[in-house]
């Protein structure tokens, strides 16, 4: 280890944790389960505080960009000197801001509380990266995934949060979620300590990473960072206003409405488990590019189909969109090696937080053409998967990671 940053090391040397790789990806759900409360209580806030569509769609811009400005730097900072203890201090944010938004009487109350809940996440995601970094040993594939798929599934309990929690509480609900925060605080705890022995036993040792092909690798992470960021708007505009368009186009209650999303997100955490072992067979780039432009088909139809066809067409697009969640972090891994916590931020933060702005556009795109509009822009723009194309392929980046190191 050399200021922090995490070497690559002999695999046969690093047995898996999987203690803490589940411990981490428990915490990871419970961490992303409450930031999903934040699109799931829009339909709540619209009506309690009188808010229309771009303050709908700022709620969650200013959710993604606290997370999205604030993940790079952290992660940046952790590669140079990790910070255990920092997580439960990012966990304690968030559920002060859970308190907030169950409290609030005003709409930058709102905006405030929703900030907190942002940078909880922009604090614990580079952190939690580097974790099951260390975690997964030689698995890095399996342990990438296990931890995603515990946020991804935290994402899908969005819409019954809804259902069973703001329908009958209303806003005040979201105190509720001061109790999986603290839980996840006690988790924190446990991971953190593991997390600073595992630190104290790592000395210098295995290899220095040597970036090479340094502005090829620049263009394939700018293409990368394009492609996730566009998927990331049409996973939060799904989330965000789906529900709303079956509201408020078809009529639905919003019970059965969120129960739509929510087949749709858990179908997304399900292609996240699935999604590594099939990147490991056909390729990580080719995997990205049937994941995105491969529900093209299916999202076209989406605006239309409602009703009991809705729900195996909604289960399959959110089962290919997001079966390259887990692939296109460690395809980003081995393009920036070593940099554990930066890409952490650079994928998960900053494109996930375009994603946000991407939906406060939608937002002000409902308000001036409706929410028919949206879903066809939702429909057509996973099309960006094209560029996909330009990446290196895997043969080519697996050359490059050869080349990146040098014995110390």
Same mark, same amino acid.
């Given at each position: 280890m050399r200021n922090g940053e995490l070497m690559p090391v002999n695999p046969i040397h690093t047995p898996t944790v999987y203690r803490v790789l589940f411990a981490i990806s428990l915490v990871h759900l419970l961490n992303d389960s409450?930031?999903?409360?934040?699109?799931?209580?829009?339909?709540?806030?619209?009506?309690?505080?009188?808010?229309?569509?771009?303050?709908?769609?700022?709620i969650l811009l200013v959710m993604n960009a606290t997370a999205s400005v604030l993940q790079p730097l952290v992660g940046y900072l952790s590669d140079?000197?990790?910070r255990p203890f920092l997580m439960p201090v990012g966990m304690l944010a968030s559920g002060l801001g859970m308190l907030g938004i169950a409290l609030a009487e005003h709409y930058l109350v709102v905006l405030l509380s929703v900030a907190l809940v942002g940078v909880g996440s922009a604090i614990f995601h580079p952190e939690a990266s580097r974790v099951a970094y260390l975690a997964s040993g030689s698995r890095r594939g399996l342990g990438q995934s296990i931890f995603q798929v515990g946020g991804n599934t935290g994402q899908a309990l969005a819409p019954l949060m809804t259902a069973l929690v703001f329908v009958p509480f209303g806003q005040f609900g979201a105190a509720w979620f001061v109790i999986p925060a603290s839980a996840a605080l006690g988790v924190l705890i446990f991971v953190a300590y593991w997390y600073a022995g595992q630190q104290r036993?790592?000395?210098?040792?295995?290899?220095?990473?040597?970036?090479?092909?340094?502005?090829?690798?620049?263009?394939?992470?700018?293409?990368?960072?394009?492609?996730?960021?566009?998927?990331?708007?049409?996973?939060?505009?799904?989330?965000?206003?789906?529900?709303?368009?079956?509201?408020d186009v078809f009529g639905y209650e919003v019970k059965l409405a969120q129960l739509y999303v929510f087949l749709f997100l858990l179908a997304g955490a399900v292609g996240t488990l699935f999604g590594g072992p099939l990147a490991d067979r056909f390729?990580?780039?080719?995997?990205?590019?049937?994941?995105?432009?491969?529900?093209?088909?299916? /999202?076209?139809?989406?605006?239309?189909? !409602?009703?009991?066809?809705?729900?195996?067409?909604?289960? %399959?697009? #959110? &089962? +290919? =969109?997001?079966?390259?969640? /887990?692939?296109?972090?460690?395809?980003? !891994?081995?393009?920036?090696?070593?940099?554990?916590?930066? %890409?952490? #931020? &650079? +994928? =998960?933060?900053?494109?996930f937080g375009m994603g946000g702005i991407g939906a406060y556009a939608l937002g002000l795109l409902a308000d001036q053409q409706g929410l028919f509009a949206v879903m066809m822009l939702c429909a057509i723009m996973p099309a960006i998967g094209l560029l996909g194309f330009l990446l290196p392929t895997d043969k080519r980046l697996q050359a490059w990671t050869q080349q990146a190191t040098q014995p110390l």
């Open positions: 409450l930031q999903a409360v934040i699109p799931a209580v829009l339909p709540i806030l619209k009506d309690s505080l009188t808010l229309d569509y771009a303050q709908l769609g700022m140079r000197t990790p036993q790592r000395g210098r040792g295995g290899a220095v990473p040597i970036v090479t092909h340094l502005t090829k690798r620049q263009i394939a992470l700018l293409l990368l960072i394009i492609i996730v960021s566009v998927r990331s708007c049409v996973y939060a505009g799904l989330q965000g206003f789906y529900p709303l368009y079956l509201i390729g990580k780039r080719n995997m990205l590019i049937a994941s995105t432009v491969g529900t093209l088909p299916l /999202s076209l139809f989406i605006p239309f189909v !409602q009703g009991f066809w809705a729900f195996p067409l909604l289960f %399959v697009d #959110g &089962l +290919i =969109l997001l079966s390259s969640f /887990s692939v296109t972090v460690v395809y980003a !891994q081995e393009l920036l090696p070593g940099k554990i916590g930066t %890409v952490s #931020g &650079l +994928i =998960l933060g900053f494109s």
